[in-house]
């Protein structure tokens, strides 16, 4: 059974660039959750998705969004980069049944601003 | 609001002895998920265990083992048989009833020598 799995793995870009990363589940996963993680921030949530739908968004400014398509596959784009979205990117996926379960990580996309 | 505390920055174990991670959480919820991640340098979160705030038992994956104590709002984590490929970060999280948004601690960087 394959994992998640998230591409690119790592990706070196300009600052006011736009960036969009993409998370595939684990076949019959259908929740999709994004994580920033950084040295000074720690682990910081982003946003949830389940059937297309969010259903959470943390505490990030509008350049970050989301989306989900009906395959549970997630995309997220960040517009007008800055250095201080230098980070790795985690995207988690599980089977959400009601109670809370297991989530699963991809190996995440290192995204560097320069 | 959910918090998570791990008030260990690093611990070293010796190979082969036990060790135990801590962590503390609050919650105003009846019901939410503990869950133990593990982060090699490769970056890729990796899913340890999970105990559900309603189970009685405490939760047993292998060599890991999670000594949840509700009252006090504990949920550490037990590693037996420490192996040198146990060196990483470590990081306990929380979610709460019907999402899949995890909150993280700061986690605990262990390290295990010969």
């Known amino acids: 059974k394959a994992g998640v799995t998230q591409t690119p793995r790592y990706l070196i870009k300009t600052r006011g660039q736009q960036v969009t990363l993409s998370c595939s589940p684990i076949s019959g996963h259908r929740s999709v959750s994004w994580y920033q993680q950084t040295p000074g921030q720690g682990l910081q949530f982003l946003f949830e998705?389940?059937?297309?739908?969010?259903?959470n968004k943390g505490n990030f400014p509008g350049r970050f969004s989301g989306r989900q398509f009906s395959n549970s596959r997630s995309e997220m784009n960040v517009s007008t980069l800055e250095l201080g979205d230098s980070a790795l990117y985690l995207c988690a996926s599980s089977i959400p049944t009601g109670e809370n379960t297991e989530a699963f990580f991809g190996q995440g996309t290192r995204l560097t601003v320069v | 609001a959910q918090k998570i505390t791990q008030t260990q920055p690093g611990m070293f174990v010796q190979e082969k002895e036990a060790v135990t991670l801590d962590c503390t959480y609050d919650t105003s919820d009846q019901s939410y998920g503990l869950f133990w991640y593990k982060q090699p340098s490769s970056g890729e979160m990796i899913f340890l265990i999970y105990?559900?705030?309603?189970?009685?038992q405490n939760a047993t994956e292998g060599r890991y083992s999670l000594n949840f104590q509700k009252a006090r709002k504990s949920a550490n984590l037990v590693i037996s048989a420490s192996q040198l490929g146990d060196s990483a970060m470590y990081f306990c999280a929380m979610s709460r009833h019907n999402t899949d948004k995890l909150i993280f601690g700061t986690g605990t960087r262990l390290q295990v020598f010969p």
């Open positions: 998705y389940f059937s297309e739908t969010q259903r």
């Open positions: 105990q559900g705030s309603y189970d009685e």
